[in-house]
């Protein structure tokens, strides 16, 4: 139903729509999450062996949903507010981008050129990850001067006490030397003696986690922080609302359709205005089948 249509029903419907593009000449555009980073600069500077490449979760994706949730509660709260909200992924992607297209144009006009921020990492040299001897990717936070003192002290570089290296704006001019000190300086340790000898220096770091691998970390096994699922006779552990004090035990997400009835009933329809509102697609129920999985199975050799 269009936002005509529920409004036409009762005026005080609040309507959203989510779609690729608002108003514009691409209103009409297809849409998906990469489209949507690749469209927004976004994508730019992630790069896989220098080819652009999506992220991995949708963020995008995402990220609409959670604006469109803020503009209804906001609309809730005003009675005379807006009833018909159109949130895009393309728009919700230039809001991500802000600070960052904000900046490329601060120092553009400063500079009078263009000038981009480097490799996604603020243009910080020390700052990014890095290969341990074992194999391992390590993520470092070298944002200050003192940061960067203390890594070097840490990890018995020879570039401890240079002064040469000791401010920001110098270890930008020496990007290169910089990246290969640091670079050697983790490359010389196995993944535990780095986080042992970083972590004694109370510098910021973490490994780069494989998605396999995120939820064995103790800090994700907390109390309250997962939730054991089980659907359609699968198991899951699924991460909870960031700052939910309760936590419902075991309850598997709906199929789609599966509380209309109730839903209906708790608005106040009737059974047969149910049925009708069913049998004319307006309102859907769940049905076996609906959205089925098969299991993947190897192919015989």
């Given amino acids: 139903m269009t936002a005509r249509d529920c409004r036409a029903v009762n005026p005080n419907l609040i309507h959203v729509h989510i779609k690729g593009y608002t108003h514009g000449p691409q209103a009409d555009d297809l849409m998906t999450n990469p489209i949507a ?21 949708s963020y995008h994706d995402q990220f609409a949903g959670t604006y469109a949730v803020i503009r209804v509660l906001a609309a809730m709260l005003d009675p005379n507010g807006e009833r018909e909200i159109e949130i895009g992924l393309y728009e919700t992607g230039l809001h991500l981008a802000a600070r960052d297209l904000a900046g490329m144009q601060l120092k553009t006009q400063l500079l009078g050129r263009l000038e981009k921020e480097g490799g996604g990492e603020f243009s910080m040299p020390g700052y990014g990850s890095y290969l341990t001897s074992d194999g391992r990717w390590i993520y470092l936070l070298i944002l200050t001067d003192a940061h960067w003192a203390k890594l070097t002290k840490a990890l018995a570089m020879a570039e ?36 042992s000898k970083l972590r004694a220096a109370g510098l910021g770091f973490n490994e780069v986690m494989p998605l396999e691998r995120v939820l064995e970390k103790p800090q994700a096994r907390q109390p309250g922080k997962l939730r054991d699922v089980d659907f359609r006779g699968l198991h899951f552990e699924v991460p909870e609302f960031p700052g939910a004090r309760e936590v ?15 839903l209906l009933a708790e608005l106040g329809y009737g059974a047969q205005e149910a049925a009708a509102l069913i049998a004319s697609g307006a309102a859907r129920t769940a049905q076996q089948g609906d959205f089925a999985w098969a299991p993947v199975r190897e192919k015989a050799p």
Avoid at 45 to 56: A, E, L, M, S
Avoid at 248 to 262: I, Y
Wanted: proline residues 7%.
């Fill in 160 to 195: 401890d006490g240079d002064q040469d290296l000791a401010k920001l704006r110098d270890r930008k001019k020496a990007r290169d030397r910089v990246e290969a000190a640091v670079s050697a300086a983790i490359g010389a340790l196995t993944f535990d003696e780095a986080e």
């Fill in 37 to 57: 980073e690749a469209a927004t600069g976004a994508m730019d500077d992630h790069r896989i062996d220098g080819r652009p490449t999506r992220f991995g979760p």
């Fill in 248 to 262: 419902a035990e075991n309850l598997p997400p709906p199929e789609l359709g599966e509380h209309t009835a109730s």
